[in-house]
């Protein structure tokens, strides 16, 4: 009798120290979720919840985004129209071989000749993969001499950047019988012209055209843009841009530059009822 209730006090003890302990796993276990544990994210400079790398690919952006690099300013340049009226210009620079933007805001900054900030000019832009381009804002009415300009570009982030198709080929658009000429006894005083040739497959609704002058020097003294509508495929297309006031130096040369968005769907036209054509890669086809 003796050996069975020590037998049984000795069970019953160690089910008490059983249910114990369950207690306090529990009660530790809670006090870790609730004080400790930390839940994974894409921030967290760990690999986990599938990633493919630390905080990308899986649920995270993909890890190629990590590399994408913000556009780079070549130059800023103004010149004086006429009194306190200036044309803006900034050549940029996406060093990003794969990824592009439909859309980015910027703002030139316009600062007098004490420093002081007196104008800002907003615009809006897009830009392809690993290109160059030139922003232009004709025409601003400043109010005072301008001592300086700087450009403002807004950060765009990582995810709104957007990548061309694998099988991409860029679409041949090019610009021939470029002319420049000085306009006498005319209200202009100068005009440069060209021919749109869109040479491949695709209708386009908008194509754009920046042309920046140059001296002997190679230094710019005049900038101008346009845009052209509807240019269907194969299509040429003539196109012209004035200025009204004289140069400060002698124009020796003419960079023309022609370029359509191709991250914008409804730049592709529509053709006999078909969906306009896709060159961009959507968030899930790749990784």
Avoid at 141 to 170: H, Y
Wanted: charged share 30%.
């Amino acid at each position: 009798m003796l050996i069975i209730f020590v037998d049984y006090r000795r069970r019953k003890q160690a089910i008490i120290i059983l249910i114990l302990l369950v207690i306090l796993g529990l009660i530790g276990t809670g006090v870790y979720f609730k004080w400790f544990y930390q839940k994974p994210t894409c921030f967290d400079t760990k690999q986990n919840q599938n990633e493919t790398g630390i905080d990308c690919g899986g649920p995270c952006i993909p890890c190629e985004r990590l590399t994408i690099k913000d556009p780079e300013i070549e130059w800023v340049k103004f010149l004086e129209l006429q009194d306190k009226v200036y044309d803006l210009a900034v050549k940029i620079d996406n060093p990003n071989p794969n990824f592009g933007l439909e859309k980015f805001k910027y703002t030139f900054e316009i600062y007098d000749e004490t420093g002081a900030l007196i104008k800002e000019q907003a615009g809006a832009s897009f830009i392809l993969p690993a290109e160059k381009k030139y922003l232009i804002e004709g025409n601003v009415a400043v109010g005072k001499k301008i001592g300086k300009v700087e450009l403002n570009l807004e950060k765009s982030s990582k995810d709104v950047w957007k990548k061309l198709k694998k099988d991409f080929e860029s679409p041949d658009i090019y610009i021939h019988s470029k002319q420049f000429q000085y306009l006498e006894n005319q209200v202009s005083s100068a005009r440069a012209s060209g021919i749109i040739k869109n040479n491949s497959g695709f209708d386009f609704e908008t194509i754009s055209v920046a042309v920046v002058l140059f001296n002997e020097d190679k230094e710019i003294v005049g900038v101008n843009k346009t845009e052209v509508k509807t240019v269907l495929a194969g299509e040429e297309r003539y196109f012209s841009v004035l200025w009204f006031a004289p140069f400060k130096a002698a124009v020796k040369s003419a960079e023309m530059q022609a370029e359509t968005n191709l991250f914008l769907d409804e730049n592709f036209m529509r053709r006999y009822g078909a969906e306009p054509e896709k060159f961009q890669e959507y968030p899930g086809t790749t990784k």
